[in-house]
């Protein structure tokens, strides 16, 4: 179980809007900053978005996120079933010391 | 940007498995070097880190004692050594390049470049 709580799996269709939050505490997504990562089946996990809502480049600016008190969102827009992929979002803990990732959530495109 | 990990390991329980992760493209002794692992269907876990510059390191406690990442700069090879394997410890490990810092007290750890995975089986 994580310290940083995502919902195990969102869906909507091709064209759609999709959001997926990650919930924590002031020791970790309060006082931090929130990345997230898209992985693939079978592949290495991908940076998506990093320091709340930015995109490095050659991200889509389909992906976007953000952040507000000790929740993180992550938004895609124009759903393709190239997103169909799990979704992770990470960040420092400072109680635990450690860096922490969300669960996971599986992303599945309609 | 490449981070290139060896290849995959099958070991006992109770032995010891080492992991390589050769960066090329950037100035290896500039980023963080972390390793996380993912057991079979699961999520992401976090092991800990290693400063190639300076040799510093930080570790998840359940890993403390059981855990040792080094590097070798002139080859620009990061090692991550995990010991005494359990069937738990059954998993794909990534090293992963890591732009880290603290502004105005809120810390950033941005994981942006990814090794391919090596995948390691512990089974007697």
Not at chain 1, 47 to 52: A, E, R, S, V
Request: glycine share 12%; charged share 15%.
């Amino acid at each position: 179980q994580s310290v940083l709580t995502q919902p195990p799996s969102v869906s909507a269709a091709p064209g759609q809007r999709v959001t997926i939050s990650c919930s924590g505490s002031s020791s970790n997504i309060g006082n931090n900053y929130v990345s997230w990562y898209q992985q693939l089946p079978g592949s290495a996990p991908k940076l998506l978005i990093y320091d709340n809502d930015r995109r490095p480049s050659g991200i889509p600016d389909r992906f976007s996120g953000s952040k507000s008190g000790t929740s993180a969102t992550l938004g895609i827009t124009g759903l393709q079933s190239a997103d169909e992929a799990e979704y992770y979002c990470a960040t420092w803990d400072r109680s635990l010391s450690v860096v922490i990732f969300g669960g996971g959530t599986k992303l599945i495109v309609l | 940007v490449q981070l290139v990990q060896s290849g995959a390991e099958v070991k006992k329980p109770g032995a010891s498995v080492r992991v390589s992760c050769q960066g090329s493209g950037y100035m290896f002794i500039s980023y963080y070097v972390h390793w996380v692992r993912q057991a079979p269907g699961q999520g992401l876990e976090w092991m800990g880190w290693m400063n190639p510059n300076t040799g510093a390191t930080k570790f998840a406690r359940e890993f403390e004692g059981r855990v040792t990442m080094t590097t070798d700069t002139s080859i620009r090879t990061a090692f991550m050594d995990l010991s005494r394997l359990t069937s738990g410890d059954t998993a794909v490990y990534y090293c992963a390049r890591v732009e880290q810092g603290c502004l105005g007290g809120f810390c950033y750890y941005n994981f942006d470049y990814w090794g391919q995975g090596t995948l390691v089986t512990v089974s007697s």
